[in-house]
């Protein structure tokens, strides 16, 4: 990433701050910077999003309620590559790359603290929070494998941590600084009060990774595309799921389940994908990844899925009558169709993806991992959710 590419996004008002603060728009990295404030030193927060995480569209009501301020970092295609390549931490629970996501977000932070002048980065890590992640050893593992040890501080436990080196230069009064730790949120809300917020968040949520309903999504798209890519986990958040797996290939095909759905499907169409669609009567729509290269059986069977999901397509056919469907897509060479009539079907060559088997797989590929890089079948220790 560019110095350019960094300094693109919008910013905030500090002309030159002095510190960075990993700003997730939780009450932890709210007090982050609210403590480092306090000591007069001029803090910029820094909002990473991805397709997994993040939420640039709130930054501007943080912006309001927090009084802070607050640039924004699109890390997505940097967060895709890791999971392509597999966190060398492992996944947690559930797909949460937890000590993978923090190193990956303070390198990038770091970038964006030397291209705007500051001089140190913060996070509102608190130790013993979370049971892996925030553990003393792996914060220090964190630390160091992100390449930040010389310029990170984590105020809300400083005082419970080694002195940091930008606490000995004197940038930041450890004094000052909190001691907290441990999962209770008594001594955050206690410091909530003490600065007056009016707005805090409630804890938990806000990284879809750690939530079985849309792990499940993503892990098919992980391991079943050659480059999973942005688009491809956008795609993946949106509408009903499915894959097929025929004649050796794996196709997918998404289907709105609202208006809401449908437009965002349509966003999310790129060269190659069909959008499918009821040639005569409203219902939703679906988009088929590249399905300019589908074979017509697949595309037909997708098309009699999406008219199942149409109350009037399915009245039609108890009458008998077939439902028509259409397909566009864009090639280099321009525009393309399909058109077909289908009975609405849900005949189960389609299928959504389960949590189940996908964490089996995930667990067996990291055990594979592991055994590959230290010659013996040891228990795998999962990074746990940040
Ligand atoms: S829960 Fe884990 S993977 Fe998700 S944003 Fe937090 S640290 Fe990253």
Redesign the pocket.
């Known amino acids: 990433m560019t110095t350019s590419q960094l300094l693109s996004e919008p910013c905030g008002e500090s002309p030159s701050p002095q510190v960075v603060v990993l700003f997730?728009g939780g009450l932890d990295s709210i007090l982050a910077a609210r403590v480092l404030q306090e000591q007069g030193l001029r803090v910029r927060c820094l909002h990473c999003y991805s397709p997994?995480?993040g939420d640039p569209d709130a930054v501007p009501r943080w912006r309001r309620q927090q009084g802070l301020d607050i640039a924004t970092l699109d890390v997505s295609d940097a967060f895709c590559a890791m999971l392509r390549a597999r966190p060398a931490h492992g996944f947690?629970k559930v797909m949460?790359?937890?000590v993978d996501?923090?190193i990956l977000?303070l390198r990038h932070a770091r970038r964006y603290m030397e291209a705007v002048g500051a001089s140190c980065l913060a996070t509102g890590e608190v130790l013993g929070q979370r049971p892996m992640?925030q553990r003393r050893d792996v914060l220090n593992a964190i630390r160091r494998d992100a390449g930040v040890a010389d310029v990170l501080v984590r105020p809300l436990s400083a005082r419970l941590l080694d002195p940091s080196p930008v606490e000995l230069s004197g940038l930041v009064d450890r004094e000052r600084l909190p001691a907290i730790s441990g999962r209770g949120r008594r001594e955050q809300m206690a410091l909530a009060r003490h600065f007056g917020l009016t707005h805090i968040p409630t804890p938990g949520g806000?990284?879809r990774?750690?939530e079985v309903e849309n792990a499940r999504r993503y892990w098919p798209v992980l391991s079943r595309l050659p480059q999973a890519d942005t688009a491809d986990f956008v795609l993946a958040n949106l509408g009903r799921q499915f894959w097929c797996h025929v004649d050796g290939r794996d196709y997918w095909l998404a289907i709105g389940r609202n208006s809401r759905d449908n437009q965002a499907l349509q966003a999310a169409t790129r060269m190659g994908d069909a959008r499918i669609f009821l040639a005569d009567i409203p219902g939703p729509l679906a988009v088929g990844r590249q399905a300019a290269f589908w074979p017509e059986p697949v595309l037909a069977a997708a098309g009699a899925l999406m008219a199942s999901y149409s109350g009037r397509a399915v009245r039609q056919a108890a009458d008998g009558q077939g439902v028509g469907v259409r397909a566009h897509w864009q090639t280099p060479d321009g525009p393309a169709d399909w058109q077909g009539v289908v009975m609405p079907a849900r005949d189960g060559l389609w299928q959504e993806p389960l949590w189940e088997p996908a964490h089996q797989e995930i667990r067996a590929e990291q055990k594979a991992r592991l055994h590959a890089a230290t010659g013996s079948p040891r228990r795998e220790e999962p990074a746990g959710?940040?």
């Open positions: 997730s997994f995480f947690g949460n790359p937890c996501c923090k977000l992640s806000g990284c990774l750690t959710k940040a």
